[in-house]
């Protein structure tokens, strides 16, 4: 019997090549990892406190302490996207539009400008504020009622002014003075407002003697710009004897207004003692002194006395360059040269006022 061929067995039969799962596993634990990495970064993205929208006005308030006021405005523009988009709270916002309020007030104050756009920035403002939180703070009303006031409304400051309570007497005080003044520079004065206006201040109770002197004078300006030439003397020489404690700047004035009432009503010879007794009172470079000085000159013109005349007015030309009372007191220089025969230094004076 032949021997058969033996049938060994061969290799397993397999469905593919062999995987080692030990090299595998490593790998998605990987992809995992790196998964649970990323997830961590986006929370802890989320989850970062985000900036303080307010963190600004802490800025603001260290450069408005140090005087920095456009460096203040431009930090407060930096916080309009927060302001626009609701960011902030309402005492967030309150603290924001005051700061800018008094950014821009006294920012311009410090330039020494007084722009229209600026005071309508600063009224704005404050009306956010108040918006935002309430009644304005003492302080800020004033800084509004000025505001108004250079923007021609002397009827809303003199309602801010008379809103300040008995505990703010000085702010309202300094207010009122402030309106008054504003009031007699103007073209249209309105001298009711005005005249009842420093009625009331002269009713305040301990008013010292120079602020009496002060109403007293801006009294008799309004007085005078009226026509009322008489009631402005006999004011004055009722009032001014009750007045103590007064600084010699306040009775000189007061003296040169009494010299003005009686020049006005023709009576040149009162005029000229009232006008030599303020100029014995007023301080070298006071402006007042300057037109007692020039009114004081006129009259000697008008009595003859040229010398004399000359010398007041060219003692005005010389120490008072930049005052009101230098144009007149240049013409009537010129005038009295001329008189005198001194042809060419009234040709040198006339032209001093052209050029003026």
């Known amino acids: 019997m032949s021997q058969g061929t033996q049938n060994k067995p061969g290799p397993a039969a397999t469905s593919g090549p062999g995987i080692d799962w030990r090299t595998v596993w490593p790998v998605p634990a990987l992809v995992l990892a790196a998964a649970v990495l990323l997830v961590g970064v986006v929370l802890g993205v989320l989850r970062a406190p985000k900036a303080d929208p307010a963190a600004p006005l802490a800025v603001v308030a260290a450069q408005m302490e140090e005087g920095k006021f456009p460096e203040a405005i431009d930090t407060l523009n930096s916080m309009v996207p927060a302001v626009n988009q609701g960011r902030l709270s309402q005492e967030q916002r309150r603290a924001y539009f005051t700061q800018r309020a008094r950014a821009f007030f006294y920012g311009q104050r410090a330039l020494g400008v007084e722009r229209p756009e600026n005071f309508k920035e600063v009224v704005t403002s404050f009306a956010a504020a108040e918006k935002a939180g309430g009644p304005l703070e003492a302080g800020d009303v004033v800084l509004l009622a000025e505001s ?69 004078a801006r009294q008799t300006d309004l007085r005078l710009a009226m026509g009322y030439h008489e009631e402005a003397i006999n004011t004055l020489l009722r009032a001014m004897p ?115």
């Not at 009625?199 to 120079?210: A, C, E, N």
């Not at 930049?322 to 060419?344: H, I, S």
């Open 148 to 216: 108004v006031l250079a923007l021609g409304d002397a009827a809303r400051a003199v309602d801010l002014a008379k809103g300040l309570g008995e505990k703010e007497a000085g702010r309202r005080a300094a207010l009122v003075r402030s309106i008054v003044e504003h009031n007699l520079r103007q073209r249209d004065v309105q001298f009711d407002l005005s005249l009842e206006l420093l009625s009331d201040y002269m009713q305040t109770p301990g008013l010292p003697g120079d602020e009496r002197a002060w109403a007293l």
């Open 242 to 356: 009750k007045l103590e404690g007064l600084s010699d700047g306040r009775r000189g004035e007061l003296l040169l207004k009494l010299g003005k009432a009686y020049f006005n009503a023709g009576q040149l010879a009162p005029a000229s003692r009232q006008f030599d007794a303020a100029i014995g009172l007023l301080s070298a470079g006071d402006p007042a002194r300057g037109e007692a000085l020039t009114l004081s000159a006129g009259i000697l013109q008008a009595n003859g006395k040229l010398d004399e005349a000359r010398e007041r007015f060219a003692q005005v030309r010389q120490d008072f360059k930049e005052a009101p009372c230098l144009a007149p007191a240049l013409q009537g220089l010129a005038e009295c040269q001329a008189a005198l025969g001194e042809d060419e230094e009234s040709i040198s004076t006339y032209g001093e006022l052209i050029a003026l």
